[in-house]
């Protein structure tokens, strides 16, 4: 059971981290929420699309690792390595503090117009295969309960997503403050030492 917790919470912990970091995918959920223009079905695709990137990368990655000692201690310290830096450039961040970009309303379009935006912007982006499939995927790859881990994640996307669509207009002035992100940055940069320290020291 240790396990199981363990590795759920280092799955949402680690996934908590990226999601939150300011970029055209929030901006895209937030700006739907705000104009009530399908925005429960473009926060259930970006949910949908994690759930099914990270557990490519997840089980994709661990049938290879079991298999190569070399190719997972690698995979361990590339992504301990990845983690320090994503944390620091957190820090980074907290000091030069901005708010989430919000684009113009605009004219009403279809729901299948919005879903092939908002797939464009999930899937063209190569830091959702960076982060998502290689990151997400390697650290979940060499946890105990690897399934555990994904349901963090997922987890940690639906929350998020979630609290965009539905509370899109609540977060919006919240969001527009420079010193929310500077919080959030900090708490990323805790998060991503801690999960690099446990997967240096615990393997």
Known sequence: ??????????????TAGLIVAIGAQNAFVLAQSLRREHHLPVAALC??????????????????????????????????????WYGLQALRRALRPQALAQSESRRPRSLRAVLLAALAVTLLNPHVYLDTVLLIGSLGAQQAEPGAYTA??????????????????????WLARPLTWRLIDLGVAGMMFAVAAQLAFNG
């Open 1 to 14: 059971m240790g396990t199981l917790w363990s590795s759920y919470l280092n799955g949402l912990a680690v």
């Open 152 to 173: 963090g994640a997922a987890s940690a996307s639906l929350a998020w997503f979630s609290a965009l669509a539905l509370g899109g207009a609540w977060l919006a002035p």
């Open 47 to 84: 949910v949908l699309c994690d759930a099914v990137l990270i557990s490519l990368g997840v089980f994709g990655l661990a049938a290879l690792l079991t298999e190569s000692p070399t190719l997972l201690a690698v995979t361990r310290w590339a992504g301990t390595a990845f983690l320090l």
